[in-house]
């Protein structure tokens, strides 16, 4: 057993144990809904006071015999673990529901919305899945063809239509802005916090923009050719990502040496090479010398 697979299962049950302590800690007491499977389990919890954790492991029974059957072992093996825990821990975790931390509900669905995305991330990282909806999607996918991202927005419009008619609008809106933060803190935790930048500079000046960015910043430059539409005049265009903290020396440099340059500077969070992240399939020689 090696320390990759480890730690891989150390995240998903970190994962999953964040996922149930947002719910019993955030959503119960408000009588919030996730999507998905979570939120059968919850609105069953709601209305007949049924163990999630227990539900949550029945409800699944079937949908493994069908993934079984159709999507095949590998699909269920990987799923399985990640369903069982995550069970687990809504029965573990099951008695912070009696309590209410946070009696603002506003509150309360943005901070279950934060603790809910981060464990949602941590499994996405290790490829992990909590069975449930993630089951029923592949499988519409697999029968009916419409892709999987759009069987899970279905699923979570049937619950949230559900809970408006069980539970009121109020309740569901909420329930929406938990989703909405859940979802920025997936994307967060999924492309990284360290934000990079990229410049594409057009100058009459690129030549000396170009060494001033690499002697003073410390960043290296690309040429990109280009060929303006009216003049027809060629132009070398200036790309380079830098990080947020360069941002200002680069405005700088670009308005010493040309201030009619023409500029846009783009979002970019997952940057990969030599002065940057380590690339996703580098070589262990290769990381070494990136990271001296």
Not at 9 to 16: C, E, K, Q, R, S
Not at 165 to 176: A, D, P, R, T
Not at 251 to 276: M, N, Q
């Amino acid at each position: 057993m090696n320390l990759e697979f480890l730690r891989k299962y150390f995240m998903i049950t970190l994962g999953a144990l964040l996922i149930t302590l947002s719910i019993n800690c955030f959503y119960v007491q408000h009588h919030f809904v996730s999507g998905g499977m979570s939120g059968v389990q919850m609105i069953l919890y709601y209305l007949f006071n049924w163990h999630m954790g227990v539900t949550g492991i029945l409800l699944n029974i079937p949908l493994f015999i069908l993934a079984y059957i159709y999507l095949g072992k590998r699909f269920v093996i990987d799923s399985l673990y990640g369903t069982i825990i995550v069970n687990v821990f809504f029965e573990m975790t099951a008695f912070l529901a009696k309590e209410t931390y946070v009696q603002n509900q506003l509150l309360s669905a943005i901070a279950g919305g934060a603790v809910f995305g981060v464990g949602c991330a941590l499994l996405f990282k290790e490829d992990a899945s909590t069975g449930g909806s993630d089951i029923v999607q592949f499988l519409i996918n697999k029968f009916q063809g419409i892709s999987i991202g759009t069987a899970g927005m279905l699923i979570n419009i049937v619950v949230m239509t559900v809970s408006v008619f069980l539970f009121g609008l109020e309740k569901v809106l909420y329930s929406c802005i938990s989703f909405y933060v859940l979802f920025k803190t997936i994307n967060a935790f999924m492309d990284g916090f360290d934000f990079k930048k990229n410049f594409f500079i057009i100058s009459d000046h690129s030549e000396e923009l170009a060494k001033a960015i690499i002697k003073e910043v410390g960043r290296g430059v690309t040429y990109l050719h280009g060929t303006g539409a009216y003049t027809g005049q060629e132009r070398k265009i200036i790309f380079v990502v830098v990080k947020l903290k360069q941002v200002a020396q680069i405005s700088r440099l670009i308005k010493e040496i040309d201030p009619l340059a023409f500029v846009i500077i783009h979002d970019t969070s997952d940057v990969f090479g030599r002065g940057f992240s380590v690339g996703l399939h580098a070589s262990a020689e290769e990381a070494r010398a990136q990271i001296k």
